[in-house]
Every structure is written in structure tokens, then in C-alpha cells.
């Protein structure tokens, strides 16, 4: 037990707090990306004060990235009083919309019972403020530690993070020399270790077909109809065989350690643009579907493809005039950190001495922004740990506890402590 650091973030409970409202009431809703700029301006601002160095870094020309909509990123380091590594605490501060169901303000970063509530409190913002909080009580009790301490706050992760992290990751922003160990404050509950996720392929399959009038559909040729042939053949064949995939790696909950595939959208003929007044009658020449396909450590990406082109192939053999085309949208492999890897070893450390339990190692069904450090920065010592329960990310009334905040705080201050300084102390 450290009760200097902990004095210090218990000190800081109020402060925590604060920053955490503050943070809500920037609404970053990605998309498009509102506000990223005034609030990794206030980061810079809070990070300056506790002697950090502080750079502002667009993600130009990435995805989304306008003039009215810039990929503001914040990037903070305070260099210690001699050499050694360096902790990267990474969170991402954009957030999805609010939608509907909300009895509070999703903007307003309401306090009661306990709980901050509001869009992003749990995914991420309450992390966030987390890691701000441990980092300056670190560096209070510890003022002559070696080595150096980042933290940042990152757009886009809930759009694939190609602006934020994937953008200064292709800098050399998440690499050695200038990095060694990296957290990630994902809402994983606080007692738990997230050594990576499953990976994920994104692709666009359209079926094509030949326009013609609707009250003679036999001279055209439906896309929309060659679509349901698809659909039909992945209900029959492609989902039982997901079924039986099970994977070894610890993923969370127990229905992701299956592989799967989720049809995130169809469209296909004339758009619903002519409301409020009536369609025209058209055979459908193109339809299209994205599909989300979640696969394991055990599988390839190429055995993962061929399953949804062999269905394919075989219905443009069998099936008078279907063809189609299939566009890659994103591909990233499964990634899991070594359980002995130092990061891990070092937060696991500290859950014990927190909450004086051994902590759960898991995987998470969905990716986030590990995945670029690994693919692109080839930093492997990184994993996602944090405050917050990840089945109320993206729900109405999301919330994060307070406790569970300053618990987590704890954990990672204690974790600077490890992997700058060797072990804790009292």
C-alpha cells in the first residue's frame, strides 16, 4: 500500500469531480465531430498548469477532418528529473450522439447518488480525468521521478480512431524510443485487464442488377432480390458455422467469444428522399450491405474473406445473372498483450494492493484504439484499463461512480509508480 499516493488522490476526490463535469459539457458527438478543439484546448490548459509540455496536433486530411470540423488532438508529456521510460495514458474524448431515453441533461455532467452521469462519463471522460488525476498526485508525492510521463485526449475512436491515434501513431507518436508502456482508460471495470480485442473486417458488398419499369419487372433484373439470395445463404450456412467457433482468448461477455458478423446496413434502390411526395416505380440496379465481421485469434483474415466470397462465387455459378462486387472498409487483426508483459504486470499490482483481489484478465468483443498502436506504432506493452461498467457506454444515462473513479486513480498511480520507479512504496 502507497498512502502517500493515496492521500494525494483522495485529496483530489472533489477536483476529480469537476474535472469529470467539465469534460461532459464539451459535446465532442462524433459524427462530425463537434467541439474536439475547444475541449482538447482545456486539457492542454489543465496539463499546462501541472508542468507539462503541451502540443496540439490535427489529424490532417483524415476522415472527417474540415476547417468547421478539424481532428484536434492533444498530446501532454512532463519530463521527469532524470532518464527511463515513459507511460502514455490514452483516452479519447469524442463521444456518440445522445439519442433518446435521457432523464438528465446527456450534457450537463450531473452529480447525484454517488455518479456523474452524462454522454461519455463512462466511455470515456471518467478515464480521463482518472489518469489526469493519478498522474498529478504521482507527480506531487514524486517530484523527482525518472523517466517520462504523456497523456492524451484523441478524436474519432468511436469511427475507427484514424484521426486520433492511427494519425499519431504514423508519426511516431506511439513507438520506441519515445514510449514504452501505454494505458488505455476504456470502461473495463476497474477490477479488470483488457489485454486486447478480437479483430474486425468491414466490407461492402453491392449486388447488381438492371434498371426497368416496376410494373414489368421481368425486364429488369432486381439487385435487391440478388441481396436477399445473399442474406438467405448467410441465415443458412455462413451464421451456424460462426456458431461453432470458440476461441481460448478470455473475451468479454461469453457470447464474444464465438465468432460473428452483423449486417450493419442495406440500401438498395431509389433513396426515402422523396418524402412527402410519392416513388417512382424502379427495378432496383444496385444494392448494398456493410457487414461487420468479428473473428478470433484462431482465424485468419484470409479464411475469414473467403467465407463470405465463396458464398458469392457460388451464387454468381448458380444463380442466373447475379454478380456483385466487395469493397475492403477495414481490416485489423486480433491483438492480445502478453499477461507477463510489464504494463500488465504492473497494473495487476496494483488492483491487488487496491482492492486486494487477484483481477480478471479479459479481451473486448469490439476494438479501440489498441489497435493502431500495435499495427502502426508496433508498441506491444499496452493495454486498456479503467473506470466505468462498458454495458453502459452508448445507453441513456450513462454514468461513471465516483468511487470507482478514485479507485481506479489509485491503480494507475500506483502503476506509475512500478514502471518509472521500479515498486511501490509507502
Not at 498512502?3 to 483522495?10: G, H, N, Q, S
Not at 444463380?319 to 481490416?331: A, G, V
Not at 514502471?419 to 512504496?425: I, M, V
Request: aromatic share 8%; charged share 25%.
Amino acid at each position: 500500500m502507497n498512502e502517500k499516493l493515496f492521500r494525494a488522490i483522495e485529496s483530489r476526490r472533489d477536483d476529480l469531480v469537476a474535472l469529470t463535469v467539465d469534460l461532459i459539457r464539451f459535446p465532442t458527438v462524433n459524427p462530425p465531430g463537434e467541439a474536439y478543439t475547444p475541449c482538447a484546448e482545456y486539457i492542454a490548459e489543465r496539463l499546462k498548469k501541472s508542468g507539462f509540455q503541451i502540443e496540439l496536433i490535427r489529424g490532417v486530411d483524415t476522415p472527417g477532418d474540415t476547417d468547421r470540423y478539424p481532428r484536434t488532438n492533444v498530446v501532454a508529456r512532463r519530463e521527469g528529473r532524470s532518464p527511463g521510460k515513459t507511460v502514455h495514458f490514452n483516452s479519447h474524448i469524442d463521444v456518440v450522439e445522445a439519442g433518446e431515453g435521457w432523464t438528465v441533461d446527456p450534457f450537463e455532467g450531473v452529480v447525484k447518488d454517488g455518479r456523474v452521469y452524462g454522454r461519455g462519463t463512462c466511455d470515456m471522460k471518467g478515464g480521463l480525468a482518472a489518469s489526469i488525476i493519478a498522474a498529478e498526485a504521482f507527480i506531487e508525492v514524486y517530484p523527482d521521478f525518472p523517466g517520462a510521463i504523456e497523456i492524451s485526449g484523441t478524436v474519432d475512436e468511436e469511427s475507427g480512431g484514424f484521426g486520433g491515434v492511427a494519425y499519431l501513431a504514423s508519426k511516431g507518436y506511439f513507438s520506441k524510443p519515445r514510449v514504452d508502456h501505454v494505458i488505455i482508460p476504456e470502461p473495463l471495470n476497474k477490477d479488470r485487464i483488457c489485454l486486447g480485442h478480437r479483430g474486425v473486417w468491414w466490407a461492402e458488398i453491392e449486388t447488381l442488377g438492371s434498371i426497368a419499369h416496376g410494373s414489368m419487372p421481368f425486364l429488369g433484373d432486381s439487385a435487391i432480390r440478388h441481396m436477399g439470395a445473399v442474406l438467405n445463404a448467410f441465415e443458412e450456412e455462413l451464421f451456424p458455422a460462426l456458431d461453432q467457433k470458440q476461441t481460448e482468448m478470455p473475451v468479454v461477455p461469453e457470447g464474444a467469444r464465438r465468432s460473428t458478423m452483423n449486417i450493419n446496413s442495406i440500401h438498395g434502390g431509389q433513396t426515402e428522399d422523396f418524402r412527402p411526395g410519392l416513388p417512382s416505380p424502379n427495378v432496383a440496379d444496385s444494392c448494398r450491405t456493410v457487414i461487420d465481421r468479428r473473428f478470433l485469434l484462431e482465424e485468419s483474415i484470409d479464411e475469414v474473406k473467403g467465407e463470405v466470397t465463396s458464398i458469392l462465387d457460388r451464387l454468381k455459378r448458380d444463380r442466373p445473372k447475379f454478380d456483385y462486387n466487395i469493397r475492403d472498409l477495414m481490416e485489423v487483426q486480433p491483438t492480445m498483450t502478453e499477461r507477463d508483459a510489464p504494463v500488465v504486470t504492473a497494473v495487476a499490482d496494483g488492483i491487488r494492493a487496491v482492492f486486494d483481489k487477484e483481477p480478471q484478465y479479459v479481451i473486448s468483443p469490439g476494438t479501440y484504439d489498441q489497435k493502431h498502436i500495435a499495427r502502426i506504432g508496433h508498441l506491444f506493452d499496452c493495454i486498456a484499463y479503467g473506470p466505468g461498467i462498458l454495458d453502459l457506454a452508448h445507453r441513456p444515462d450513462e454514468w461513471v461512480g465516483i468511487e470507482d473513479m478514485i479507485q481506479s486513480a489509485k491503480v494507475m498511480a500506483l502503476s506509475l509508480d512500478t514502471l518509472l520507479q521500479g515498486a511501490g512504496r509507502g
